[in-house]
């Protein structure tokens, strides 16, 4: 435990797991209040999203935190490599819960008033999320096989 909690890397990101944990089930409890006023005991698909995200994504960035405090490169590094991945959960998550709260779509690439600048943004958060990730899976391998 102590590994996870002596660098800044791993802190960050069970920072970020605790906030996004919360966020997951307050959306959970939005879930629950929708579905109890629904006539067909639905909740809208972006508080569903919103909410199972919010989950996910807490259990992910732990596994950040696991992967960054056991690489071997520097806290430095570790912490640019977990930003960026983090970042945009967070984005994610605030998203979804915006589109939950209008309840106009089910699909917000479709209904897009620019598809072009979406897929922009989704473009840049793959290259964020894998090539942060891969930055600490590629230090632990270092630091289990160096």
Not at 18 to 31: C, D, Y
Not at 38 to 53: C, F, G, I, L, W
Request: hydrophobic content about 50%.
């Amino acid at each position: 435990m102590e590994e996870l909690l002596s660098h800044t890397a791993s802190r960050i990101a069970l920072s970020a797991s605790g906030i996004f944990f919360m966020t997951g089930l307050l959306t959970g409890t939005w879930k629950y209040l929708c579905i109890r006023q629904s006539q067909r005991s639905e909740a809208p698909h972006y508080v569903n999203t919103a909410h199972r995200a919010a989950l996910m994504y807490a259990f992910a960035a732990q596994l950040l935190a696991v992967f960054a405090a056991t690489s071997a490169f520097s806290d430095g590094v570790n912490t640019a490599a977990v930003i960026p991945p983090l970042l945009f959960f967070g984005i994610a998550i605030f998203h979804y819960i915006n589109l939950g709260l209008t309840t106009e779509s089910n699909n917000s690439i479709r209904d897009s008033a620019d598809q072009k600048k979406d897929y922009q943004i989704l473009n840049i958060l793959a290259v964020a999320e894998i090539g942060g990730f891969s930055v600490l899976l590629l230090g632990f391998f270092i630091r289990i096989f160096g």
